[in-house]
């Protein structure tokens, strides 16, 4: 199984561009989130979903949508990149049970804004 | 709100050495409690995890950490340390009702010297 699968790897924006930022999971996990990692602040959440057609805002949801059409699919939307937003950006899931809090993560998204 | 302190932003330590990485956590209730480590490039992988029963809790690598309710804490140690476990270790505490959304602290950057 590939587990959590994030593309591109890399991106560079220009101030104002619009991207998405891909998430996949093979896994059936119910729950998936959207974190960003900016030094000396840890991960912070952004964006989750409980379940396909359901999402919700985490701690720092200005400037980025996201959808939930899928089970499998979670893309993360910049509709307007700003310089804040540059960051290492990870996608994670989990199941719905008791072990929901335990995150499977993918290999990050590193998006530089100019 | 829930919150997550750790007070080492970096620590150096001889290889054979021992390791212990402190963690300080604020929430109303007993949380679940994780540690994660991050290599360098790479995404989070869990190495262990507290939800409740025995406050010693042993996870992958030769890890353990010991939940103590008195002191809002959830130290990382290991005994001996190996080159390899040069990396970023992050804490992370979520609410029994928080499916997939965790709360990290800043975390800890681990230098091991030969």
């Known amino acids: 199984n590939a587990g959590v699968t994030q593309t591109p790897k890399f991106q560079v924006l220009k101030t104002g561009q619009s991207m998405t930022l891909q998430c996949a999971q093979d896994?059936?996990?119910?729950?998936m989130s959207w974190y960003r990692q900016d030094p000396g602040m840890g991960l912070r959440l952004i964006h989750y979903?409980?379940?396909?057609?359901?999402?919700d805002q985490g701690e720092v949801p200005n400037g980025y949508n996201v959808s939930r059409s899928t089970t499998e699919d979670f893309p993360l939307r910049l509709l307007s990149a700003a310089p804040s937003q540059t960051s290492v950006y990870f996608c994670?899931?989990?199941?719905?049970?008791?072990?929901?809090?335990?995150?499977?993560f993918g290999a990050g998204s590193r998006l530089t804004v100019l | 709100a829930q919150s997550v302190t750790q007070p080492d932003i970096h620590i150096t330590v001889s290889e054979g050495a021992s390791l212990e990485l402190r963690c300080n956590y604020s929430y109303g209730a007993t949380p679940y409690l994780f540690w994660y480590v991050q290599s360098p490039g790479q995404g989070l992988q869990l190495l262990l995890k507290y939800f409740s029963g025995d406050t010693l809790v042993q996870g992958i690598k030769g890890f353990e950490a010991e939940f103590k309710r008195s002191q809002s804490s959830f130290n990382l140690r290991k005994p001996s340390v190996h080159w390899s476990d040069a990396a970023e270790y992050f804490c992370a505490v979520a609410g029994t009702d928080s499916w997939g959304k965790l709360q990290f602290g800043a975390g800890t950057q681990v230098v091991v010297t030969p």
């Open positions: 979903s409980v379940g396909a057609g359901i999402t």
């Open positions: 994670a899931s989990s199941w719905r049970d008791s072990g929901a809090n335990v995150l499977t």
């Open positions: 896994m059936n996990h119910e729950y």
